[in-house]
């Protein structure tokens, strides 16, 4: 696996692949087999794939989060070389923002709800690091875990108001042996933590269940509010949504085009998770 730390070089690298399909897999770090799956499915489809870690700082409201997200740049090397990542871009924020940015991006209603609305500033940050890394390496074809819906939601929006020559996949959220999302944040989770936060999985098939069984958000909601206080864990929203456009809705019209999104705090620790109705 060739590695990267600048921009320049990896252009010139991928020049020779100019005809060829090339995917991209954009990470922060901390990788887990939710990252490693999204790798296979690149490798599957490319000709070659590109991974990328950076902690971006843009998209981060929370200081101390930022500081805390947990990093293990060796432990990561060698995970996308056993997958057999074939470029790994890991640039420092002196490549990324050798300019302070003063652009923003504003998605509209899709980035003041859920997220957005907790976490003020955090998609244009994405919006932001995003571009620039479809700017350096010009995929193919880039790859996002469901777990981030509304990251994958914001990252479609982007390309087609650009106009990235860029196809997306959204790839199925991997999960451990007790349905627990994949997360880097998990690495934070001391046992007793972890445990508690097993609360997100299980209220999000609790609550589909009882919204197809006809039942509206607004009670699915206070039923998981005693759910979560029942484990000691914070709940910040519990959300029912369109899958193509994440407007909000009150009951499920069609299953297939419904997605539940739940993020809260476990200690200090934010997590999210989301399920489709079908």
Known sequence: MEIFREVKPIRAFLEQFKNKSIGLVPTMGALHQGHLELIKTSKKENNI???????????????????????TMDRDILLLSD?????????????MYALKSSLTFDFGQLDKILEGKFRAGHF?????????LF??????????????????????????????NIA?????????KDGLAMSSRNLRLTQEMRARALV????????????LDG??????RE???????????KLEYIELADRKNLILLNFVVDPKESVLLISGYVGEVRLIDNIFLA
């Open 124 to 132: 244009s940050g994405v919006g932001l690091i995003v571009s620039k």
């Open 49 to 71: 794939t590109v991974a990328t870690i950076y902690v971006n700082p843009t998209q981060f409201n929370n200081p101390i989060d930022l500081e805390k997200y947990p990093r």
């Open 83 to 95: 997958a057999g990542c074939d470029l790994l871009f890991c640039p420092s924020n002196e490549v």
């Open 215 to 220: 039942m509206e958000m607004a009670m699915v």
């Open 135 to 164: 700017n350096v390496i010009q995929p193919t074809k880039a790859y996002f875990g469901q777990k981030d819906y509304q990251q994958f939601q914001i990252i479609s929006n982007l390309v087609q108001q650009l106009m990235f």
């Open 168 to 176: 997306l996949e959204c790839v199925a959220t991997v999960r451990e």
């Open 223 to 233: 039923k998981t509010i005693k759910l979560f206080e029942q484990k000691e864990v």
């Open 200 to 211: 997100l999985y299980q209220s999000l098939t609790f609550a589909k269940q009882l919204l």
